[in-house]
């Protein structure tokens, strides 16, 4: 039998689909008993046909395949304990992890963020906001923050943009909710020294900045922190957008699809944009700085990669709930 598994296995990576997609529906009709067969592909690095299609089946399998994955926690194989660790964080999040685990996971990132800088934030698409960084109860209480956890930037990043950031749960009163997981990341200098706020942290979630329309969140920021920016770039749409809150309200806006495209008064940097525009360049800045990266990098601090001796603290993951855990979501997360 285990040749016959391994067979199937090795046809996962088949690039005929139906060769592929047949193979995972024999493994998920064989059972729990493929778990060990499956494992030492799931923690492969990078992307791969194998690597999809093995965590696949494992999703497939489900329930089915979970007291098998605690039972190689629990006494091996050791080549197998790391990955089937992703494999039940992945199947129930880390919520029903046992304590040791738990620990295990608390203490590799506590590890990890003792020597994680320089961190890199997504820079080239994505909508995030910034609010000064020494105002971080302040944000929390704002837009209404628990379970903050510490964690890592990369960490961070794919819990709010790639993994599960979002889930339904019925309340003490039997009504269905929605939960988010946010990242707050660690406090990053300006480099400008005559701006007033020296130091921002930027708050990534996608599915919490949609829903909760992230013009709205950072009134509400602003409102205690004193100041909050909106950013947005969509190459996909060709649209960028910026957004200056200050005590409650927006003072200046750019939308590439707003009519008009901007809103408020210029801000002093935009204003320098258009004294110092040449020829070819004073249609450009006319109205105003149309891009959202500028703006960002000139009034708090531009995504990419962020310098180690800019960099203070660092990040956190929150959820919107009290009674969601950040251990509810699930999905492995890099660390």
Known sequence: MADSINALVRDLSD????????????????GSQVVDHLLPHV??????????????????????????????????????RGNALKALVDLEGAENLDEGDRRAVERLVRIKLMDERPVRLPSEAGRWL????????????????????????????????????SLEFQD??????TAYRVFITPAFETWLEELPIQNWRLLWGNSFIDQLDGFTL???????????????????NSAENWYVAREGHGVRSFGSYDHPRFQGEPLPFEVEYREDADEDEAEEYAEGVPYARTAADLISVEPGGMPASGTHGHGWLATTHPDVPNAR???????
């Open 15 to 30: 690039d005929d689909r139906s060769v592929w997609q047949a193979a995972e529906d024999r493994l998920v009709a064989l």
């Open 43 to 80: 923690g492969e690095g990078g992307a791969s046909r194998l690597k999809w299609s093995a965590e696949t089946v494992l999703q497939r399998l489900g329930d089915e395949a979970l007291p098998r994955l605690r039972e190689i926690r629990q006494q091996g194989p050791g080549r197998l």
């Open 130 to 165: 910034a609010f000064p960084a020494d105002r971080l109860d302040d944000a929390v209480a704002a837009l209404g923050l628990h379970d903050l956890r510490p964690a890592t930037t990369v960490m961070g990043v794919a819990a709010a943009t790639k993994a599960t950031d």
């Open 172 to 177: 003490a009163q039997g009504k269905t909710r």
């Open 218 to 236: 950072a009134d509400k920021l602003s409102e205690r922190c004193g100041e909050a920016h909106f950013y947005v770039v969509d190459p996909y």
């Open 329 to 335: 979501f699930k999905g492995a997360l890099p660390i």
